[in-house]
Nanobody
C-alpha cells in the first residue's frame, strides 16, 4: 500500500514558477514509476510527466516539455514537479500518481495508475 500526499501549488502569476511535492509512504517507493497528472475544470484528467524508479528516465507531455521538470528523491520517498514559465492553461488540480513497474518509455495512462494522491490546486493568473 502506498499513500501519496501532495503539497505546494496555490496562486501563481503567469510567467512565474511553482514547485509541487508529493510525499509517499511505504518501503518500496523506488519500485514505482511516479507521475503527475492534472485536471482542469470541465476537462478530462491528463498526463503531465513521469519518472522511472531510479530517476534516470523522464517522460513529458508535449504541452509542458521544456517548462516542467519532474524529479524524485528515493531516500525521502518524494517526487517533485518544478513548473516554470507557467501559463493560464496550466491551471488545474495536479495529482501525484504511482504505477507499478520501474521504467517509463511512454505516458502513463489513467487506468495504469495504482495509487493516487488527493490533488493540489494550481491557479495561474494572467
Amino acid at each position: 500500500q502506498v499513500q501519496l500526499v501532495e503539497s505546494g501549488g496555490g496562486l501563481v502569476q503567469a510567467g512565474g514558477s511553482a514547485r509541487l511535492s508529493c510525499a509517499a509512504s511505504g518501503r518500496t517507493f523506488s519500485n514505482y514509476v511516479m507521475g503527475w497528472f492534472r485536471q482542469a475544470p470541465g476537462k478530462e484528467r491528463e498526463f503531465v510527466a513521469a519518472i522511472n524508479g531510479s530517476g534516470g528516465r523522464r517522460y513529458y507531455a508535449d504541452s509542458v516539455k521544456g517548462r516542467f521538470t519532474i524529479s524524485r528523491d528515493n531516500a525521502k520517498n518524494a517526487v517533485y514537479l518544478q513548473m516554470n514559465i507557467v501559463q493560464p492553461a496550466d491551471t488545474a488540480v495536479y495529482s501525484c500518481a504511482a504505477r507499478s513497474g520501474m521504467d517509463v518509455t511512454r505516458p502513463i495512462e489513467v487506468h495504469e495508475v495504482r495509487y493516487w494522491g488527493q490533488g493540489t490546486q494550481v491557479t495561474v493568473s494572467s
